[in-house]
């Protein structure tokens, strides 16, 4: 390299073409002051090489030319860098959602690995002009963590209790426990912030707040629960805070002999009424005006505060003062007050610690105010715990020092009469009834302030900034509810109004709540019930960090590191103690309120998914127990069937899928396969994965599915019976239809068919294979519903099935035309709009007399189907009439052909059919003994039968009629080779075998005509030995025109055994 370094003249004249373009050109010129200014310092561009005189030139074939703009260094290549290629830049805005991976038409969104996976395309590419940042003019209407959080929380702590409560509770408690209670309340609070902060620090939270963060991390069922006990409860408290208010307002008006009606609990109630109006009021005004108010409301607050600090310093001002309580700071009196004098108060109840506990807990529940406005905040994850901490720790202060400055300034007692005060007998209550003091006056800190009308004026900040609070902060949890669908009815209340989608309606309900609770008019009433739901709410915070941290799931990374997952196990726990220690009964009512909601939303089955804890710990617990199977060894006791159907898409063949759940419903592992030809984009997968999930799920079958593409029918039938499954999680048998058009199919399918068979029992599995009367393909049916339009639902189901028809494994053209009049099934009540189902068709709906949903089956033309076609197709989810089960158990095959009749008779659908038990006679002339070592060893195996038949006959030489009608099967498959059908050799090879199945035809129709179901030992495909066709042959003389009929075979592997 020279030593003068790289010639700039020569640096200036490179651009690469590929990004000249006019707006290019254009930015170009408006970076030249700039850009000249630097380029010296630049580095070569990437795709440059220095040459020996210090000039850059082109190391690959693009070519560089001058630029346009001489003099100046072109940063096109650094601006337009999204020109060259098809990968998207990392940007936030591909994480918002998960929905930024679907491509919208005109969005810049990241490309899928299926558009990065094609050839590049020959066309202009969307590019737009600018990345631009977030757009942030959303944020013009939102709070930071000051006015949102610090201001909210400091109103929402220093609320009413402060001014009316505290100094009773000195009285009651003494100073000492006093303090306890304020240090145990705020371990509660601290302990479930720093939860909370955790929670809020681990993504981006929206509106709801406690709900939604809840909601999001122990899921909708305790989201759900807790978030309407939650709204109720800022419900109540804006009840608390407005009587409160109230409360303070009377004894101002009783000061200056004024009442309304009879200055007691009927004042209280008017004045809550016309407060609450004037709340909602200033609400719809908008969010903005309420955070104004709350400023000043602060400020008036503060000053109160601070007038009763110097007023208690300076002393009583005069006589009266002092006989009302307030001699200043004494060491005697704080002496008096260090301890506790729990007395009966105005109620009648008798208090104790937790009893003040309960009363003054709602003066530190302010915590959450910030939290419940996480919707409206700039930053809420890093605003909530900035603003709570704080607020927290300055609260816990400012009631300490109250508490020591009541606790020493003013007497428990005093009777108010100014003449005792000379004698020191005015703290004297005997036989008179003392209505001033820590014990008896709720305005103390009025008393003592150096202007003590400052302190109504505080007080009433407090209370009515407070109540303003909760009265904002229980609407947008209910719209949050309501918005997620998870409880019936409150979805009315999730309509939003204007730019900041104001929760007009649930202020209406909110404001119902709070108007009820007026009425009650005391303010210790009320405050138990709110402390009650309060402390649900912190336990479920906490149990929900908890929970999260113990998962260990990745997806839990909050910035927030000052926690622990056992500090939030002792909030949740402590929280918990409380609530029985304040009040067993109330306690118990409010977890069964919680589990009551629980209950309501588990069986309401909401479709939300949103990556919840217990979502993390049903997948730990699920490979946890997978691999602790894998280390199990299997054993005959605990065999049970895993059953593999080859179904083709589900919809396609219902009753192959029904009888397959008879057999495992409820006890294990069911899976059905599908399989394409073609190979298929993941897109395609996902939406044929997602129509199967849930059309399983809309007919109640809890099976998995698996689909295999890109590969020819017997290929892809031993891929899924080699690989689906994990560890002992596998199938160990299989079930599939019989193909019933095999004598016009092409021989390569009957040999797939064949081979199918084969490979299924080559990798040890058992095999079925079921035949019914009118086949089991019902591709041709849609299934939907009869409210939906006619349009909608032709075309959705016709997508369904173009997507699923090329994956059948066993095809039955002889299926009905579907082209008779219509019919009506009647299934679960379904809720179009949203997709939601109901766990039951005939439930309080149906009692009601309300309108049901009738599914509707039609054929692709949107013809309906008939009524003989839908009760065949759903012949096995109906109750079967009593009959018998005929169990042809011909060869030892391990007792799987014994075993799965027997389930089946455990079934309700099949509880009606007895078994009959057939067995081949060893020795004609010992019937007797043979049969009684038959049912012998049945009742070892301790299945329950009807009837034990011995076949002796089974050797004996089939009819005429039988033979001729076995050839005429046969006859168009006679070949001279026998890679191309049946040949003399092999026909005289296997002429015992063939006789056999036969006669075993013959017998069939002579004990088994009438059976609800016959299950019968599977011929074995030999492969070499039989071939296709005429092992076709032989299932065919057994099945046809008989009950429907599973021919079974287990794996020679013992599943049944009489020891214990």
Same mark, same amino acid.
């Given at each position: ?29 408006e ?23 210090g000039?850059l ?6 070519q ?5 703009n ?33 491509k ?27 990345e631009?940042a ?22 929402n ?21 006093a ?12 302990v ?26 122990l899921?909708?069922? *305790?989201? /759900?629960?807790?978030?309407?006990? #939650?709204?109720f409860?800022?419900? @109540?408290?804006?009840?608390m805070? &407005?009587? $409160? ?5 009377n ?11 009879d ?5 209280i109630?008017l ?24 400023v ?15 007023g ?11 006989a ?21 108060d ?6 104790? *610690?937790? /009893?003040?506990?309960?009363?003054? #807990?709602?003066?530190?529940?302010? @915590?959450?105010?910030?939290?419940? &406005?996480? $919707? ?37 007692d ?15 209550c ?6 001033y ?11 003592m ?9 505080g007080?009433?900040?407090a209370?009515?900034?407070s ?22 009815k409150?979805e009315?209340f999730?309509k939003?109004?204007?730019k ?12 119902g709540i ?8 005391r ?20 149990f ?30 402590l ?6 220690m ?21 069986y ?68 059905t ?30 099976a ?18 080699t690989?689906v499954?994990?560890?002992?999680l ?5 079930l ?24 299924a029992?080559d ?6 294979v ?19 339009s ?13 997507s ?21 099934h009647t299934?679960p009540k ?5 997709g ?11 009692i ?5 949903k ?23 989810t109906r ?9 042809w158990?011909l ?29 081949l006679a ?21 299945i ?36 191309e059908?049946?040949t003399?050799?092999?026909?005289l090879a ?49 099945t046809?025109e ?19």
């Amino acid at each position: 390299m020279d030593s003068e370094g790289p010639d700039k003249e020569s640096i200036r004249h490179f651009s690469i073409s590929l990004v000249d373009s006019e707006t290019q050109q254009q930015e170009d010129t408006e970076m030249t002051t700039s850009s000249s200014s630097t380029a010296a310092n630049l580095p070569p561009f990437p795709g440059y090489t220095e040459e020996k005189n210090g000039t850059l030139g082109p190391s690959s074939p693009l070519q560089a030319e001058p630029s346009s703009n001489q003099g100046s260094l072109s940063y096109s290549t650094f601006r337009s860098f999204r020109r060259l290629t098809r990968e998207a830049l990392p940007r936030l805005d591909h994480y918002r959602n998960l929905a930024s991976i679907v491509k919208n038409p005109g969005s810049r969104q990241r490309p899928t690995i299926d558009d990065l996976l094609k050839p590049a395309q020959d066309k202009q590419m969307l590019v737009p002009d600018e990345e631009k940042a977030y757009d942030s003019s959303n944020l013009d209407n939102k709070f930071g963590w000051v006015r949102g959080v610090l201001v909210r929380c400091l109103l929402n702590i220093w609320g009413v209790i402060l001014f009316i409560r505290l100094s009773w509770m000195v009285g009651q408690a003494g100073i000492l426990e006093a303090i306890g209670i304020i240090t145990c309340c705020n371990i509660v609070t601290t302990v479930t912030t720093l939860s909370m902060s955790a929670i809020s620090t681990n993504g981006q939270i929206k509106g709801g707040g406690t709900y939604y963060m809840i909601s999001r991390s122990l899921g909708p069922e *305790f989201g /759900g629960a807790i978030g309407l006990i #939650f709204a109720f409860a800022n419900a @109540i408290a804006c009840s608390m805070h &407005i009587v $409160g208010f109230c409360e303070s307002m009377n004894d101002l008006l009783k000061s200056q002999g004024v009442m309304i009606f009879d200055g007691a609990l009927n004042d209280i109630r008017l004045i809550s009424c016309i407060t609450l109006v004037f709340l909602v009021g200033i609400c719809i005004v908008g969010m903005e005006w309420e955070a104004r108010a709350q400023v000043v409301l602060l400020l008036v607050l503060l000053t109160a505060m601070i007038a009763f600090v110097i007023g208690a310093f300076i002393g009583p001002l005069n006589d009266e003062e002092i006989a009302k309580g307030f001699v200043g700071v004494n060491s005697t009196v704080f002496y008096d007050n260090l301890y506790s004098d729990y007395r009966v108060d105005a109620t009648g109840k008798q208090q104790d *610690f937790f /009893g003040v506990f309960s009363v003054f #807990f709602p003066a530190c529940t302010g @915590i959450l105010a910030g939290a419940n &406005i996480s $919707g409206d905040l700039k930053d809420p994850s890093a605003a909530i715990p900035k603003g709570t901490l704080l607020a927290i720790a300055a609260t816990y202060l400012s009631y300490i020092i109250f508490v020591l400055i009541c606790g020493a300034a003013t007497v428990r007692d005093a009777t108010g009469i100014v003449d005792t005060v000379f004698n020191g007998s005015f703290t004297n209550c005997t036989g008179i009834k003392c209505d001033y003091g820590l014990q008896n006056s709720v305005q103390v800190m009025e008393l003592m302030s150096v202007f003590g009308p400052l302190i109504y004026a505080g007080c009433f900040a407090a209370s009515l900034s407070s109540a303003l609070a909760t009265l904002v902060s229980a609407p947008k949890v209910f719209q949050a509810l309501g918005r997620d669908y998870l409880f019936p009815k409150i979805e009315w209340f999730a309509k939003g109004y204007g730019k900041t989608e104001e929760p007009y309606r649930a202020y209406v309900l909110a404001a119902g709540i709070v108007v009820i609770f007026n009425l009650v008019a005391r303010l210790d009433s009320i405050a138990p019930i709110i402390t009650n739901f309060f402390m649900a709410t912190y336990a479920l915070v906490n149990f929900s960090t908890f929970h999260a941290s113990l998962q260990k799931n990745p997806g839990w990374r909050p910035t927030f590191k000052y926690y622990h997952p056992l500090l939030s196990l002792f909030g949740g726990l402590l929280s918990t103690a409380i609530m029985f220690m304040i009040q067993w009964w109330t306690a118990l009512i409010t977890f069964v309120i919680v589990l009551l909601l629980y209950v309501i939303v588990y069986y309401r089955k909401p479709d939300v998914n949103w990556g919840s804890s217990p979502q993390a710990q049903t997948f730990t617990i699920a490979l946890n127990s997978v691999a602790t199977l894998s280390t199990v060894e299997d054993h005959v006791k605990n065999y049970r069937p895993s059953v593999l159907v080859l179904s083709g898409a589900p919809h396609s063949r219902p009753p192959l899928l029904h009888f397959a759940n008879s057999i495992t419903k409820n006890m294990s592992l069911l899976v059905t396969g599908q399989w394409m030809t073609d190979i298929q984009h993941k897109r395609t997968r996902t939406q044929i994965t997602q129509e199967a999930n849930k059309w399983l799920s809309r007919h109640k079958i809890r099976a998995f599915y698996a689909l295999t593409d890109g590969l020819p029918v017997e290929k892809a039938a031993r891929v899924l019976m080699t690989n689906v499954g994990l560890g002992r999680l596998q199938p160990n048998m299989v079930l599939m239809g019989y193909k019933a058009d095999w004598q016009t199919a092409p021989y390569t399918d009957i040999y797939a068919y064949f081979k199918i068979i084969h490979n299924a029992f080559d990798v040890h599995l058992a095999v079925g294979v079921l035949r019914v009367e009118g086949g089991l393909d019902y591709s041709s049916v849609v299934e939907g519903l009869h409210t939906i339009s006619e349009s909608t639902n032709t075309e959705a189901s016709s997508n369904s099935n173009a997507s699923s028809t090329n994956g059948n494994i066993e095809v039955n053209p002889t299926a009905p035309a579907a082209d008779q009049e219509s019919y009506q099934h009647t299934t679960p009540k379904t809720n179009v709009a949203s997709g939601k189902e109901n766990s039951s068709g005939f439930g309080l709906g149906t009692i009601l007399g309300k309108k049901k949903k009738m599914q509707e089956y039609q054929n692709k033309e949107g013809e309906h189907t008939s009524p003989q076609l839908i009760d065949a197709m759903l012949r096995f989810t109906r109750k079967q009439p009593k009959g018998t089960i005929d169990v042809w158990w011909l060869y030892d095959d391990g007792g799987l052909t014994l075993l799965l009749p027997y389930i089946l008779t455990t079934r309700s659908n099949w509880s009606q059919c007895t078994l009959r038990i057939f067995f081949l006679a060893n020795k004609k002339d010992d019937l007797a003994s043979e049969h009684r070592r038959m049912a012998e060893l049945l009742c070892k195996f301790r299945i329950d039968f009807s009837d034990v038949v011995m076949v002796p006959d089974v050797l004996q030489r089939p009819r005429e009629e039988s033979v001729k009608d076995f050839n005429n099967i046969i006859s168009q498959f006679m070949a001279e080779d026998s890679d191309e059908g049946i040949t003399e050799a092999e026909l005289l090879a296997l002429k015992d075998k063939t006789c056999r199945h036969i006669r075993l035809r013959e017998l069939l129709l002579e004990h088994s005509r009438n059976a609800s179901l016959i299950v019968m030992t599977l011929p074995m495909p030999v492969l070499g030995t039989v071939s296709a066709p005429l092992y076709m042959a032989w299932l065919e003389t057994l099945t046809k025109e008989m009950p429907p009929f599973l021919l079974l075979r287990g794996n020679q592997s013992s599943v049944l055994t009489f020891y214990s």
